[in-house]
């Protein structure tokens, strides 16, 4: 049987909070945002006392209250043992009210959110429940998450964590294991399953308050399973950012079928956190650690070795509907799908990556001496960058395409990930003896494969490919903060001399330089470059298209005289050029660094 998921969907770990901002409306409505007030009108908090003055002694074999991904709200610490007479006689029960009196132990009453987490945590104790555990090897996880922050820190900007890749491994699983998706309910005083229409994703996030405690809420992610990586991680960032300026509404809270927390943050391998009525399973996301019995050794040994670090999680599930081994079955799907090449493949594409991902392979063991060593298919690897590393260029700025070839990719070579963090002699490369695979490749694709290519390798003499490479064959180093503000001045120059001649000269004819603009601060770098190597003079060759932007912004020719120009008045002592039309027009000028 099948019934809309929302209509017993209520608020869960998170009612604390409407609790609070429901009090605050009580006595300000100002106070919440104005998205609350239509919620807040018939709002009724239930029959939880939340300011009760007297205090609920607790059972002394209850668990401590916990919130879901193990925030916990202590409860009173219990009387020390009354010490028991010499006489063998039992002590006498001691009455509550005395206890209180008595204990030199402090204590106080839980009221408003804390009791209402209190509330929560008995509730939880009546969903029967079981987990499931599975580790992971997370050495494709940290390699291809370095590819993508390197990717996004060159361009656009942003960061990707764990957390987002796992969470949408999660929401692809979802997809082959649906019933994890389930909730149970009781319609009629009948025992019933809810079938969501869509995944709803809720995230578990801790908030530190201005006190320095901590509290814990799960917004969620509405319809998950219809996003792409890109748009699940814009999402995301948009709920954290909501969360922690104190910006959610209750549509945020509403719906969740499935929430994920991480207690690996603050160190816990895996974690059995509690499940509220409304959803059918909470993922735990572990640690980030190498196995314990590897944890002394040295990097060096880890990584000759081939040992990974390893990720736990954990599947926490309502067993009324969800059976052992359709949570192992889903684990496993996370498994496949995080060490997988379609999973990976969507990823990279969703963000507009153009370059392959680290494909997950086994190392692979040179043990027979008439094999070739790794040190020379390192050597091979970067002659491959060196003559076809143009081929993998993300030259075209209007078009994603996925750069790939064969003779680039570290498998073609007898070489996998479990190298990456092997030192190998690179015959001076990059100006070291030796370095380790991760930061060769490194070192190529910055040389090669960004956004420029550079083919030079048919030149027949050696000093002069010796040249280019020294020039090259660097680390990628972002430009300073004055030197990001030059850039961005000289853009700011260009596009608005553009402009100025499209509105002002409509309909003469010229070649302009819009798309590109960046000709100008490359000018301006080359010829900056060039004043400091004590270079006298420039002659710059220009062909039609940005020939006046160049004219104006580099060499100096003033933009009286161009308009001028324009008009028709031409100044018989300039540079003439051939004089038939004016972008053929030049100028000689001082160039000032």
Not at 325 to 351: Q, V, Y
Not at 374 to 398: C, F, Q, S, W
Not at 560 to 571: L, T, V, Y
Request: proline share 6%; with cysteine.
């Amino acid at each position: 049987m099948s019934v809309d998921a929302e209509k017993f969907a209520g608020f869960g770990p998170n009612e604390w909070l409407v609790l609070e901002m429901y009090q605050s409306y009580l006595k300000d409505p100002n106070s919440v945002d104005k998205a609350w007030w239509d919620f807040f009108a018939d709002y009724s908090p239930g029959n939880t006392p939340v300011n009760s003055s007297r205090p609920t002694p607790a059972s002394s074999d209850s668990p401590p209250p916990s919130v879901v991904g193990e925030a916990t709200t202590p409860a009173p610490a219990a009387p020390p043992a009354a010490a028991e007479p010499s006489n063998g006689t039992a002590p006498a029960p001691v009455a509550p009210a005395a206890l209180s009196a008595t204990s030199a132990s402090p204590s106080h009453v839980l009221k408003g959110a804390a009791a209402r987490t209190v509330a929560n945590m008995e509730a939880s104790l009546h969903v029967p429940t079981a987990t499931s555990v599975r580790g992971i090897p997370a050495k494709l996880l940290i390699d291809n998450r370095t590819v993508i922050n390197n990717h996004l820190r060159r361009g656009r900007g942003g960061k990707v964590s764990f957390t987002h890749l796992i969470g949408f491994a999660v929401i692809r699983a979802l997809e082959s294991i649906p019933v994890m998706n389930h909730a149970y309910a009781e319609v009629d005083g009948k025992p019933t399953v809810v079938e969501p229409e869509h995944i709803n994703l809720g995230l578990a996030i801790d908030l530190t308050k201005d006190d320095g405690s901590h509290s814990l809420v799960v917004p969620c992610i509405r319809n998950a399973d219809t996003l792409d990586f890109a748009k699940f991680w814009s999402a995301y960032e948009d709920v954290v950012r909501k969360a922690r300026t104190g910006k959610l509404t209750a549509d945020d809270f509403a719906g969740t079928t499935i929430s994920l927390t991480n207690p690996g943050t603050i160190g816990t391998v895996h974690s059995v956190p509690r499940l509220m009525s409304g959803q059918g399973a909470i993922v735990g996301v572990g640690a980030l650690e190498y196995p314990a019995e590897y944890q002394g050794a040295s990097a060096e040994t880890l990584a000759r070795i081939a040992v990974s670090k390893v990720i736990t999680l954990t599947s926490t599930y309502d067993h009324r509907i969800i059976q052992g081994a359709e949570s192992g079955e889903f684990l496993r799907r996370i498994h496949e799908l995080l060490l997988g090449e379609e999973f990976w493949d969507e990823l990279f594409a969703s963000l507009r990556i153009p370059y392959e991902p680290i494909r997950w392979t086994t190392d692979i063991a040179v043990s027979h001496d008439e094999e070739v060593g790794k040190p020379a298919r390192v050597i091979e690897l970067i002659h491959a960058y060196r003559v076809r590393g143009h081929l993998m260029a993300d030259t075209n700025p209007l078009e994603f395409e996925l750069r790939r070839h064969a003779d680039l990719d570290v498998v073609s070579h007898g070489l996998t990930l479990w190298d990456l963090d092997r030192e190998f002699p690179c015959g001076g490369f990059g100006g070291h003896a030796v370095m380790k695979l991760r930061e060769i490749l490194g070192v190529l694709r910055d040389s090669y494969c960004r956004t420029v290519g550079i083919e030079y390798m048919h030149i027949q003499e050696p000093d002069e490919r010796a040249w280019i490479q020294a020039r090259i064959e660097r680390p990628h180093e972002r430009p300073g903060h004055d030197e990001q503000l030059n850039i961005l001045s000289r853009l700011n120059v260009a596009e608005a001399f553009e402009m100025f001649l499209q509105t002002k000269f409509v309909g003469q004819r010229r070649f302009s330089l819009e798309g590109a603009e960046s000709l100008i601060p490359l000018l301006d770098a080359v010829l900056t470059e060039a004043a400091q190597e004590g270079l006298d003079e420039a002659a710059l060759a220009m062909a039609h298209r940005g020939r006046l932007n160049v004219l104006a912004n580099i060499v100096g020719k003033s933009y009286g005289q161009i308009f001028n120009e324009f008009e028709g008045n031409m100044d018989p002592r300039s540079t003439q050029g051939s004089g038939d039309v004016k972008y053929h027009l030049g100028a000689e000028g001082v160039y000032q660094t």
